[in-house]
Each structure stands twice: as C-alpha cells, then as structure tokens.
T-cell receptor
Framework: GESVGLHLPTLSVQEGDNSIINCAYS??????FIWYKQESGKGPQFIID?????DKRQGQRVTVLLNKTVKHLSLQIAATQPGDSAVYFC??????????FGPGTRLSVLP | DGGITQSPKYLFRKEGQNVTLSCEQN?????MYWYRQDPGQGLRLIYY???????QKGDIAEGYSVSREKKESFPLTVTSAQKNPTAFYLC??????????????FGPGTRLTVL
C-alpha cells in the first residue's frame, strides 16, 4: 500500500466501540469544515461536512462536532467496524479561499 | 458513473524526465486542483484552476506545470526542475462559492516514483 500516514498519531479501538477523532484548526475565520477518510493507496473520501453556523451534524454512524471557541473539530464514529480502519483528516475553509488540510489520524480497529 | 479519474495509478520516472499525470472529471465542476501528499503531512496545493484557460499557483508550484484546455481535464506535468518528485499526487474538483472552493472531491491518486 501507499506510505501515506507514516508517523501519524494512531487511535486504536475495539470493534463495536465508539471512536472519537480530533482536529485543531488554525484559522478563526474558517467557516466550512470537512472530514475525509483515506484508505491505504486510495484518494480521500468525503465523510461529512459542517458549516460554522452549526455546532453538530449527524450522518450515518458519524457525527461531527464544532467548537469555534477553541477552534476544535471532532469526528465521532459509532459502533466502529473493521472497514473504518483508515487515516482520517479534517479540512478547513475560509469563504473564498482554498482549503487547509490537517495531517490526519490513523484509526486502527482491533478485532 | 460520475466522478474523478486519474491515470496512471503508478508512474516511474527517470531523473531528468518530464512526466504528465492525467485528471478527468465528469461532475461538471468549474474548479480543479492538484495536491501533493507526503507521509505525515497534510495535502499541499500545487496548482488550481477555476475556469478554462486560467490557473493559479498554489503553495508548492515550483517544478510543476498545468494546463486547462477543457473543463473536464486538468493534466499536471512534473518537470525535471522538481527536485523531490516522489510522492502521491491527488486531483480534486469542486463547484465554487464566493469566488473560492466549495466541497472538494478527490480522484484515486497517482503514485510517482523517481528511479
């Protein structure tokens, strides 16, 4: 597979447990945020997004929380499955600008 | 079947050679982007284009060139001037909001290795 994700922080969770992946973003003016999932050797896959006028958004088994006060974003995955093993990274966007991407966190699901 | 395609999946280059990476999208997106991904780092923007026949340098444009002759296509050339080209290259596309990018969707990537 690709060497993407070497030296990244790793989160290990038991199958069936909930996972929480965190991201600190840099620009207090950022108003749009995305979580991506990237499996080894593949391109990033859109998971869920949130705009700055919201604190929480839910999708299928995933929830994104936004705390603008401390510039913190989190991704919660419910009932983590082996197929969730991947690198997860956040992206922030300031209206009219390009995205800034975090380096990511590797999620490892233990049987 | 809509999406973004990149080719080839793997590419090997000898030192001193130019190589071109292909990116095609059928999402009718106005904007297209090229990123470089290195281990342990966030994606870094090489070039982007918001309209046909126009493109802008990103954060690490040196040693790269692009063209945008068609809305659907945004090829990236890695020239011999790029001193450390071995990396995973990702193409993305998006609609636009406020003169800038909206949600970006990525292709499967091209792994370039210099021999």
């Amino acid at each position: 597979g690709e060497s993407v994700g070497l030296h990244l922080p790793t989160l290990s969770v038991q199958e069936g447990d909930n996972s929480i992946i965190n991201c600190a973003y840099s620009n207090s003016a950022s108003d749009y945020f995305i979580w991506y999932k990237q499996e080894s050797g593949k391109g990033p896959q859109f998971i869920i997004d949130i705009r700055s006028n919201m604190d929480k958004r839910q999708g299928q088994r995933v929830t994104v929380l936004l705390n603008k006060t401390v510039k913190h974003l989190s991704l919660q995955i419910a009932a983590t499955q082996p197929g969730d093993s991947a690198v997860y990274f956040c992206a922030e966007n300031n209206y009219g600008q390009n995205f800034v991407f975090g380096p990511g966190t590797r999620l490892s699901v233990l049987p | 079947d809509g999406g973004i395609t990149q080719s080839p999946k793997y590419l090997f280059r000898k030192e001193g050679q130019n190589v071109t990476l292909s990116c095609e999208q059928n999402l009718n997106h106005d904007a297209m982007y090229w990123y470089r991904q290195d281990p342990g780092q966030g994606l870094r923007l090489i070039y982007y284009s918001q309209i046909v026949n126009d493109f802008q340098k990103g954060d690490i444009a040196e040693g790269y060139s692009v063209s945008r002759e068609k809305k659907e296509s945004f090829p990236l050339t890695v020239t011999s001037a790029q001193k450390n080209p071995t990396a995973f290259y990702l193409c993305a596309s998006s609609t636009l909001r406020g003169g800038g990018t909206d949600t970006q969707y990525f292709g499967p990537g091209t792994r370039l290795t210099v021999l």
